[in-house]
């Protein structure tokens, strides 16, 4: 609950090196040059016997703040219970703090466990705590009380009000952020809105180091080498349960052969996703040889290290039987030679060995290269584990170097 961000940190205009903003719920002196927001992060439960005067309900409300070290200005609700909204007691604090009341069944109260509870709430309205289980209910399950239930003490007579506070635990965010292919301009203006949003970011070194000048200084940075996806995804997942502002990245878009479905199912409701779509490899491609994915498309993978090569084979039989136009990702590594052509083969017993196939390596990036060629010239060693592989449907052109498929077969005949 106390975030400091230091001077010198400012993106782009011209900052003064000793200004200091913090972010926090607690008092604290302010030098020169210093400043202070108040997140809206406290919640205050208030219990009143009938004809608790209002002001030793706001008296009480606070000198407890005040012993507390909050700041009054981060309130942004007094809750009670139901039967004490009719009341002066709790309502008329609510109003002169200028915040909501809110109020809940004893029902539901009750049903809280807290550390305090006490019999005289239980036979008054038929919940054994009424601040603290106000505000447990009114903040969520998972936040933290922070002063425990105390009693006002009015001169000469019983006390008439019980106040505790508690802070809401920030609801944490997950956007899961497609980088596209390589190239800045094909990163959109989305993912780079949820890059400076993001207070830490988990992905693969590589694709980090691809954008680690767009975050905002003090990003916390999770980055890991190849594999260790599920490890990952569960980083990200639990960084936003902590509350954080989260941004798992990934090339292309991040829910293709990627991060986002590990994560997905890892998350709970408990925390908000977003996703960002990037521009993928197959369509980065695409866009490179011409225009081969203008009718209907797949990508497989070759990869075997997940999906057994017997399930591989199927679904490219599938698509050769079906006529679709093939994107091949993860088509040949320094320890896969075999796929490939074997993939090849299957498409060729039902195309023609003149089909155009577009072989595209880092697309978008520095290297870029792109190859035109066909099903019967392709030679695998142009291939690695930075390349896709579009080999075109029966009906897929060249025209004038560039790899085409028709809209409808109709137009063929
Ligand atoms: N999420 C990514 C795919 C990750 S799988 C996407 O949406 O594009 C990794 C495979 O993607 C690589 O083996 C390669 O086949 C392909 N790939 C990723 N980036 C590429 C690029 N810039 N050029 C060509 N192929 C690429």
Redesign the pocket.
Same mark, same amino acid.
């Given at each position: 609950p106390h975030v400091g961000a230091g001077g010198g940190a400012g993106g782009g205009a011209a900052v003064s090196t000793d200004v200091r903003l913090y972010v926090t719920d607690r008092r604290l002196p302010l030098a020169a040059r210093e400043a202070v927001l108040r997140p809206p992060s406290l919640v205050v439960g208030v219990g009143a016997s009938r004809g608790a005067p209002a002001d030793e309900v706001l008296g009480l409300v606070g000198e407890t703040l005040e012993d507390a070290g909050l700041s009054p200005p981060s309130v942004t609700a007094l809750a009670t219970v139901d039967a004490k909204a009719g009341e002066r007691g709790p309502p008329a604090p609510a109003e002169r703090l200028g915040v909501p009341l809110r109020t809940f069944p004893a029902a539901a109260l009750a049903a809280v466990d807290v550390p305090t509870p006490s019999a005289a709430p239980l036979a008054a309205v038929g919940t054994p705590s009424v601040a603290e289980a106000d505000e447990l209910t009114a903040a969520g399950a998972d936040d933290e009380l922070v002063v425990r239930k105390r009693k006002s003490a009015p001169a000469g007579r019983p006390a008439m009000a019980t106040c505790a506070v508690a802070r809401r635990r920030p609801r944490g965010r997950l956007a899961v952020v $497609?980088l596209g /292919?390589?190239a800045r301009d094909l990163l959109t203006p989305r993912a780079r809105a949820e890059l400076r949003r993001a207070s830490v970011v988990v992905g693969l070194d590589q694709y980090v180091a691809q954008i680690r000048d767009l975050l905002r200084p003090g990003t916390r940075v999770l980055e890991s080498g190849l594999g260790a996806e599920e490890e990952r995804a569960r980083t990200a997942v639990a960084e936003a349960r902590a509350g954080h502002a989260v941004a798992l990245v $990934?090339? $292309?878009?991040?829910g %293709?052969? &990627?991060m986002a479905s590990p994560a997905l199912a890892e998350a709970g409701a408990d925390i908000d996703v977003a996703g960002v779509p $990037?521009v #993928?490899? &197959?369509l980065?491609?695409a866009a490179l040889l011409g225009a081969p994915l203008g009718h209907d498309h797949v990508a497989v993978s070759l990869s075997d290290l997940h999906t057994p090569w017997a399930v591989i084979e199927r679904r490219v039989r599938a698509a050769a039987e079906s006529d679709l136009v093939v994107t091949f990702? *993860? /088509?040949r590594s320094r320890a896969r030679h075999r796929q490939l052509p074997e993939a090849l083969a299957l498409l060729a017993k039902h195309r023609a060995p003149t089909t155009p196939v577009g072989v %595209?390596? *880092?697309?978008?990036?520095p290297d870029e290269h792109v190859l035109l060629t066909t099903l019967a010239e392709l030679d695998p060693r142009s291939v690695d !584990? !930075? #390349? %896709?592989v579009t080999v075109g449907n029966s009906a897929t052109r060249e025209v004038a170097g560039r790899m085409v498929t028709p809209r409808g077969y109709r137009w063929q005949m």
């Open positions: $497609g /292919p390589g $990934g090339s $292309g878009d991040a %293709v052969y &990627a $990037g #993928t490899a &197959a980065a491609a990702y *993860n /088509p %595209v390596r *880092n697309a978008s990036r !584990m !930075m #390349t %896709v």
